[in-house]
């Protein structure tokens, strides 16, 4: 099947900084790309997608100046948390769907990049 | 918007015996619905999923049925194994394309 890879897997912090996410579709071109969010023992939550060569678009209630997403290439989504707070610390996860001609549009997800901020 | 439900949180089953989770949504557009195992600390994988034009679907010992009038549909998992032992998470992708997920259960397979 299609790969996407996160990257990092793990990131601590301090409260106040930036951490950047990347995601990206090794096998496949992937003009769009999703970002979930998952608390301890809670199901995925959809934040946002993320557009190639366009704006991303955000799910209700999540703050767009909080959580940057640049879809820079076709093969490569990223996601900025800035300002981060205690209260940001999930698994964040990205996915792309395939796009095989014919395919249900499975979605293939990355390895999580878990983030606790201090 | 989209709202996926699902039941049960949590389901234990003694080893052999038969697993059912339970969903429902709410967008009659939705006409994707997959079915995602994970294991903890890890990414969901895709185990089974099913298309609106089909009522049921069947992989060795896991199957999904879907009722569209009712807008449900099912995992079962047959002779059920310690490995089974995971979250799962049924899926529908709204009429925007973006696929939404149910809460989750937590499966715990008994010896």
């Known amino acids: 099947g299609a790969v996407v890879s996160q990257h990092p897997s793990r990131v601590i912090c301090k409260s106040g900084t930036s951490v950047k996410i990347e995601c990206r579709s090794l096998?496949?071109?992937?003009?769009?790309m999703f970002w979930y969010r998952q608390f301890p023992k809670q199901s995925l939550m959809l934040m946002a997608t993320s557009n190639e060569g366009s704006k991303a678009t955000y799910e209700q209630g999540v703050e767009k100046d909080k959580f940057l997403i640049n879809h820079a290439s076709l093969t490569l989504s990223t996601l900025t948390v800035t300002s981060a707070h205690p209260e940001d610390s999930s698994f964040y996860i990205c996915?792309?769907?395939?796009?095989?001609?014919?395919?249900?549009?499975?979605?293939?997800f990355g390895e999580g990049s878990r983030l606790t901020v201090l | 918007g989209e709202n996926v439900e699902q039941h049960p949180s949590t389901l234990s089953v003694q080893e052999g015996d038969s697993a059912v989770i339970k969903c429902t949504y709410s967008d009659s557009a939705s006409n994707y619905f997959p079915w995602y195992k994970q294991e903890l600390g890890k990414r969901p994988q895709l185990i089974i999923d099913?298309?609106?034009?089909?009522g049921e679907k069947k992989d060795q010992r896991i199957a999904v049925t879907l009722n569209k009038t009712a807008k449900h549909f099912s995992l079962h998992i047959t002779e059920t194994q310690p490995e089974d032992s995971a979250v799962y998470f049924c899926?529908?992708?709204?009429?925007?394309?973006?696929?939404?997920f149910g809460k989750g259960t937590r499966l715990h397979i008994l010896p």
């Open positions: 996915s792309a769907p395939t796009t095989i001609a014919g395919g249900s549009g499975e979605l293939f």
């Open positions: 099913i298309r609106s034009n089909v």
């Open positions: 096998d496949f071109q992937a003009t769009t």
């Open positions: 899926a529908a992708r709204r009429r925007d394309d973006k696929i939404i």
